[in-house]
């Protein structure tokens, strides 16, 4: 029986402000608030509440047959519960709904992954542990930013314990192989992967509302039936996108909500389900494996990494941000940590880009990439000072190396001596006193 794989990414990168050279060393707030409010109410008055209401009604209206999974940024959160808290409500109503499948990524929606394995690591486990301490479940899905995906991170991934991995259906990768079906890892043969049909996913994401496409309109029931006319042996069709497809990128006046609340009806009728990705790999063995030698993700004709890496401005700035990560994770200062985290943002280097954006694309007012390139390595310049107070830059890293070697023994002993101490206040018999005529 054929089945939906639905998977929708939620991440809003937290603008920088306009940071002056002269203001290095004399001004550490180095965002946007303004922006940041403006950004996040439009999208969730256009998008995102509206997307999540149509998903609770399709859970309802399908008794409980619609499923989706959703993956939201830890940085987006942050400004939802600060601008926009009826967001987190809705996406708490869904969670109780039992339907959707919540799945981690890098908190801050980073490239952690390529320059900086164990700040990858925290990440992911810091989102994961939010996921859980919002919506009561734990990931056992995992999804990159960017949707970025190699076999070494891959080999990351399921150290951290996670069993599936959704990564981008490129031609290079597939090549002859069709995305609908399940896939597995070259080394590691219980990591499965769930790879994104591009050309259904981009026919919603990208085409609906193109008037010169040669199949619009697209129609719940032209897409359900192109999914029942494929060989039956292929079983899993996986639609991933972005947010921003509903109510953004495709205008309410396209009837692309329409569009939406007719694919259960259609779907059913021609006895196709829907699945989450955990329901999937728990359901489907790889009918192969696929090889991915060099990181891929889903932007661009390339499907590789070089809108965030592929000029030196962003070389340079990548390598500076992250040549801090070791002093960072050794400080215990909160806000050198949260912006830390804000300036790993992907977007960040995104703006400096200097290939073709395409027209969806959120413009942060920059008037070239080089601008955006010059107000990011202001605001590095003066958080590299902030990080230099905690821990110069004369500490070479063998130093940093056994001073996190000590501290993290440190730790293990400290815990260590915690279990001592609860054992031994549990096996301690408290009795009463015994009291003589005498007393």
């Known amino acids: 029986m054929k089945t939906i794989c639905f998977y929708f990414q939620l991440h809003i990168p937290m603008l920088l402000r306009r940071y002056r050279f002269l203001e290095i060393g004399q001004d550490h707030y180095y965002f946007d608030d303004f922006a940041n409010e403006s950004n996040v109410q439009h999208l969730a008055q256009t998008s995102i509440l509206p997307t999540n209401r149509l998903l609770l009604e ?3 209206t399908s008794k409980g047959k619609f499923k989706a999974a959703l993956s939201i940024s830890g940085i987006s959160i942050e400004m939802f519960e600060q601008f926009a808290p009826e967001v987190m409500e809705s996406f708490v109503e869904l969670a109780n709904t039992g339907n959707v499948e919540f799945i981690a990524e890098p908190y801050a929606h980073s490239l952690a992954s390529i320059f900086d394995v164990d700040e990858f690591i925290q990440q992911v486990e810091q989102h994961s542990n939010l996921m ?7 990931p056992t899905t995992f999804r990159n930013a960017e949707m970025i995906y190699s076999d070494e991170i891959g080999e990351v991934v399921h150290s951290m314990g996670f069993k599936t991995i959704l990564t981008e259906g490129s031609k290079q990768v597939l090549g002859w192989k069709s995305p609908n079906f399940m896939y597995g890892h070259p080394t590691i ?3 499965k992967i769930l790879v994104r049909n591009m050309r259904l996913s981009d026919d919603i994401g990208f085409r609906f509302s193109d008037r010169s496409w040669s199949d619009f309109p697209l129609t719940a ?12 042996s292929e079983q899993i ?10 109510g953004e990128r495709q205008k309410p006046e396209s009837g692309i909500f329409e569009f939406m609340r007719a694919i259960p009806f259609h779907a059913l009728a021609n006895r196709i389900t829907f699945s989450t990705p955990a329901e999937l790999a728990k359901k489907y ?13 889903w932007s661009g004709e390339e499907k590789d990494v070089s809108h965030w890496t592929g000029n030196i401005m962003q070389t340079e700035a990548l390598q500076k941000l992250y040549n801090q990560g070791e002093r960072v994770r050794l400080c215990s200062d909160r806000s050198i940590k949260h912006d830390w985290l804000c300036l790993q943002c992907s977007d960040n280097f995104h703006y400096m880009t200097t290939k073709p954006w395409n027209s969806f694309t959120v413009w942060p007012n920059y008037e070239s990439p080089f601008a955006a390139f010059t107000n990011y390595m202001n605001v590095l ?6 990080v230099n107070e905690q821990y110069p830059s004369s500490i070479d890293n063998e130093e940093l190396n056994a001073l996190l070697t000590t501290i993290y023994n440190q730790e293990l002993k400290i815990t260590e001596l915690e279990k001592q101490l609860k054992h031994h206040d549990s096996s301690v018999e408290i009795t009463e006193p015994e009291y003589t005529e005498d007393d």
């Open 285 to 297: 063995n790889p009918i192969s494996s696929i090889t991915v030698m060099y990181p891929q993700s």
């Open 237 to 246: 069709f996986n639609l991933f996108m972005g947010y921003p497809t509903f």
């Open 221 to 232: 029931e032209k897409m359900m039936n192109w999914i029942k006319s494929t060989d039956p």
């Open 381 to 386: 310049s003066d958080f590299i000072g902030r």
């Open 132 to 138: 859980n301490e919002l919506f009561g479940v734990k």
């Open 58 to 60: 399709l859970i309802k």
């Open 189 to 191: 043969p219980d990591l």
